[in-house]
C-alpha cells in the first residue's frame, strides 16, 4: 500500500480466469474504492479491459451476498437471514451425522473450480482433505488436453514471453480472439505488425481478432487436425521439413503415416480449397521464424490433444522451436513452484471427472455423496449434462455454496456462505499464461459479513473440533501471513528471484526467466528429445447430422466471462441470444429478432434469433453469458476429449462437439 493523490492505492491481481491476470491498483479514499487501473509494472498496460466496471460492480453491486442465509425449502426463494455461528454449526452437525451414518467422509463432496485461482483460496480443499478421505471433483472443463498435448511433446506445460511476438515474422493465432479475451496482448500483436510480421486467424467465426488480422482462414468448426496434417503433407511434399534424430523421436513415423494420408478428406474437413492450403505453406517457408497462439477452443474437439500435437509438430519440424519470435504458446504451469501445503494433499481422495459430475454423482453409491459443497463455480449453469444433474439435486442432503451473489447453483442451496472480493483479502496470484506472480492486498475491510476461503475453512474446523475433537487436522491457527510462509519455500523464493513473498509489496515477479522455452533443442521429456504423435488409424472428426444440421459454438463474450455478469445483467436478454446465417435461418423458417427453439437429444432451450451474414451456414453461434436465464449447456451431452488424464486426471470436454437444430417458437 502506498499514497498517492489523497488515495489509499494497493495492489491487486484480476482472478477472473483469463489470459492477461491483469496486475491492478484500486483507490481509495473515504473506506470507499473509487477507481481501479491497470498496474504498469511488469510490463502491463494502465487500461483494464471492457470488464473494468464488473469486476468493481462485483464489491458494490446492490445484489452483493453480505450476510450467511439458509433457504427454508431448496429452490423456494425463501431466504433467511442467519448468523455464522448457526451456518457453520448447522454445516458441522451434518459432516459429523454423515462421517458416523456412514463410517466415512466420502459423502462430502467438493465442487471448486476456477472462480478464485490465489494460493489461499486452496484452504477449502485443505479444510475438506483434513476430514479424511472425501470427494472431490478433478480435471478441467478449459485446457487439459492440450496440457496433455505439450506434456506429451515436450515434457512440460511452459509459454513463450508474450514479448517474444516481437521477434516473429509470421503470428498465427489459432482458435484464439485476443481483442476480447486478451486484450493486453494486442499492442504486441500491432507492434509486431508495425515490424512487418504478418498475422493469420484461422478460427470458424469472423472474430474481431480477424478483423485486425492480414488473413483470416474460416475453417470448419473441428477441422484443426485436418488443416495441421494437411501443412505437415504440404511442406513435406516441398522436402521444406527437417529434423535431427538426437533431439526428436517420432518424426520418421508420422511423416510416413502423414505421406499415406489422403488429402481430399482432409480438405472436406477443414472446408478449405486447396489452394488455401498452398497459400498458408507458402506463409510458413517465407517468414520465419513463426509464432502459433493456440486457443483453447481448437481443443475443445474429441481429438482436440491430437490437433495440439500436430501443432507442436508442425513447429518443430519447420524449425521454429526453441528459438527467439518462435514456439506454440498454449498454457504455462509455473505455479507449480509452490508446494501447495494449505492443500493437505492425500492420496485417497475419491474423484469425480469435473466435467461429467451428474454421472460421477450417479455413479457412487458407496458411499453416496449427501452434502456439496461448491466454491468458485456455478455447475448448474456451467456444467455439461444438466439434466441428469438437476434430477439427482434433491438426493443431496445439504448444498453449501460459497459466493459473492445469487447464481443459478446458489439459488438451489440450502445454505449461502458470501464470501470476499479481491479487493478485500489478502492472498498471492499467479497465472497460467503470463509468467508473473503478484501480490493481492486488502483496499477495504470485508463487507457486510463476508469471509475469505481460508477464514471460513478456520471456522468450519474450530467448530468441527469442538463438537468432536480430532474431526480436523486443518491448521486453523495459522494466520494468513504464515500460510503464505509455507508456500514461499526457499526453493520457490529462488525460482522467483525474491527473499520472501512480502518482497511481492513491491511489485510483480516472475516465475520464468527465459524469454522462451526449449532454447537449444533441450527438452523436460525423460529422454531429452521431442515426441512426436502417432497418427490414429481412424482419423475422427465429429460432424453435423441430417436431424441436428448446426455446429453449437458457444464462445466467451467481450463484457465478462460466462456468468460474471454484474453490471449489465439487467439489460441482458432473457433467453439466449443465437446467430445463424440468412440463408439457414430462412430456410427454416426463422425471423430475425424473433423467438426459436434449439434443440438436440438433450432437450430444448428457448432463444432468440440474429441473422448474422458473416457465420458459415452449418454454425449456430451463442455467446456465454449473454442472457439472463442461459441453460445452453442444457445441449451438452459432455462428450469427452482425447486426452486430460495426464496432467488433470480427467478427459476434457468436447464443448464444441454440440450439434444441435432449430425451430420459429
Known sequence: MFLQDNYQVTRHICPRNCYDSCPMLAFTRGGKIEYIKGDKQDGASERLCSKQAEILAS??????????????????????????????????????????????????CLNKYSGNFSLLHYAIEGMFNSLGPTTQTTGTPCFSSGLDAQKLDFGANETADIRQLLEAKLIILWGINPAW?????????????????????????????????????????????????????????????????????????????????????????TGQPAAVIDFLAELILQNHPMHIWCGYGLQRHIQGGLT??????????????????????????????????????????????????????????????????????????????????????????????????????????????????????????????????SINEPAIPPR?????????????????????????????????????????????????????????????????????????????????????????????????????????????????????SYTQQHKLPEYPLVYIHPAAGQALHLQDKHPAIVWNEQGEVPVSVQFREDLSPDIILSIQGASQKGGLNLLNAGVPTDLGLLTTAASGLAFYDVFVNIRPK
Open 181 to 269: 479475451t486478451s486484450v493486453h496482448s494486442m499492442p504486441f500483436i500491432y507492434a509486431a505488425k508495425e515490424r512487418g510480421a504478418k498475422v493469420v486467424v484461422i478460427d470458424p467465426v469472423y472474430t474481431e481478432t480477424a478483423r485486425k488480422a492480414d488473413y483470416f482462414i474460416e475453417l470448419r468448426p473441428g477441422g484443426d487436425a485436418a488443416l495441421a496434417l494437411l501443412l505437415l503433407k504440404k511442406l513435406a511434399a516441398y522436402n521444406k521439413l527437417s529434423y535431427n534424430e538426437d533431439n526428436i523421436t517420432g518424426a520418421k513415423e508420422l511423416l510416413a503415416a502423414i505421406a499415406k494420408t489422403p488429402a481430399r478428406p482432409l480438405l472436406k474437413a
Open 59 to 108: 464489491v458494490y453491486h446492490p445484489q452483493r451476498l453480505l450476510y450467511p442465509q439458509r433457504q427454508i425449502v431448496r429452490g423456494s426463494g425463501n431466504w433467511q437471514r442467519i448468523s455464522w455461528d448457526e451456518a457453520i454449526d448447522t454445516i458441522a452437525r451434518k459432516i459429523l451425522e454423515l462421517k458416523e451414518r456412514y463410517h466415512s467422509a466420502l459423502p462430502l
Open 448 to 564: 457486510g459479513e463476508t469471509k475469505s476461503d481460508l477464514e471460513i475453512a478456520r471456522l468450519l474446523t474450530r467448530r468441527l473440533n469442538e463438537l468432536a475433537p480430532g474431526t480436523s487436522t486443518f491448521p486453523a491457527q495459522l494466520t494468513d501471513e504464515e500460510f503464505l510462509d509455507a508456500e514461499f519455500t526457499p526453493e520457490a523464493c529462488q525460482a522467483l528471484h525474491i527473499k520472501k513473498w512480502q518482497d511481492l509489496y513491491n511489485g510483480p515477479v516472475r516465475f520464468r526467466y527465459q524469454p522462451f522455452p526449449w532454447a537449444g533443442g533441450k527438452f523436460a521429456t525423460e529422454d531429452g528429445k521431442f515426441h512426436c504423435c502417432s497418427l490414429p488409424d481412424n482419423f475422427s472428426q465429429l460432424l453435423p447430422s441430417e436431424e441436428y444440421p448446426f455446429h453449437f459454438l458457444t464462445p466467451h463474450s467481450q463484457e465478462h466471462i460466462n456468468g460474471q
Open 308 to 437: 495440439i500435437r500436430l501443432i507442436d509438430a508442425l513447429s518443430m519440424l519447420t524449425g521454429n522451436i526453441g528459438i527467439p519470435g518462435g514456439g506454440v504458446n498454449f498454457a504455462d504451469t509455473g505455479m507449480d513452484i509452490f508446494p501447495y501445503r494449505i492443500m493437505q494433499k492425500r492420496s485417497d481422495t475419491r474423484f469425480i471427472n469435473i466435467n461429467n459430475f451428474a454421472q460421477g454423482l450417479h455413479n457412487l453409491n458407496a458411499p453416496p455423496v449427501k452434502l456439496l459443497w461448491i466454491a468458485c463455480r456455478n455447475p448448474l449453469r456451467q456444467d455439461a449434462g444438466l439434466t441428469e444433474l438437476k434430477e439427482l439435486w434433491p438426493q443431496l442432503e445439504l448444498v453449501v455454496a460459497a459466493d459473492k451473489i445469487m447464481t443459478h447453483s446458489t439459488q438451489m442451496a440450502d445454505i449461502v456462505l458470501p464470501v470476499t472480493t479481491e479487493f478485500e483479502e489478502l492472498d498471492v496470484y499467479g497465472a497460467y499464461f503470463r509468467h508473473r506472480i
